[in-house]
Nanobody, 126 residues
């Protein structure tokens, strides 16, 4: 069993920054790829970023590339998402998730993930 708890969301003006954290329980964190997703009101959950088990490979959706950075600290069982140059369209509930797969992979589909956090709200004002 894995539990994921996100934190770090909040209200920020456009152009500002936030750093999300995801604390994971369980010993298997370091073996699996991890991802961030987001869901805005009335929209489907969408992929934001993913990182391979050891952090060697990262992948981003086009709209956040160059502005967001995903990272992980396996010694602390923690996943991060540094979000810079935030835009109003980044407003959403952000979720971290643990993938079903190990190895050098960065899955982008929700079905590739088996554990999810409860989400942390990010609101960007214009």
């Amino acid at each position: 069993q894995v539990q994921l708890v996100e934190s770090g969301g909040g209200l920020v003006q456009a152009g500002g920054s936030l750093r999300l954290s995801c604390a994971a329980s369980g010993r298997t964190f370091s073996s699996y790829a991890m991802g961030w997703f987001r869901q805005a009101p009335g929209k489907e959950r969408e992929f934001v970023a993913a990182i391979s088990w050891n952090g060697g490979i990262t992948y981003y959706t086009y709209s956040v590339k160059g502005r967001f950075t995903i990272s992980r600290d396996n010694a602390k069982n923690t996943l991060y998402l540094q979000m810079d140059s935030l835009k109003p369209e980044d407003t959403a509930l952000y979720y971290c998730a643990k993938s079903r797969v190990t190895g050098a992979t960065t899955p982008t589909e929700t079905y590739a993930y088996d554990y999810w956090g409860q989400g942390t709200q990010v609101t960007v004002s214009s």
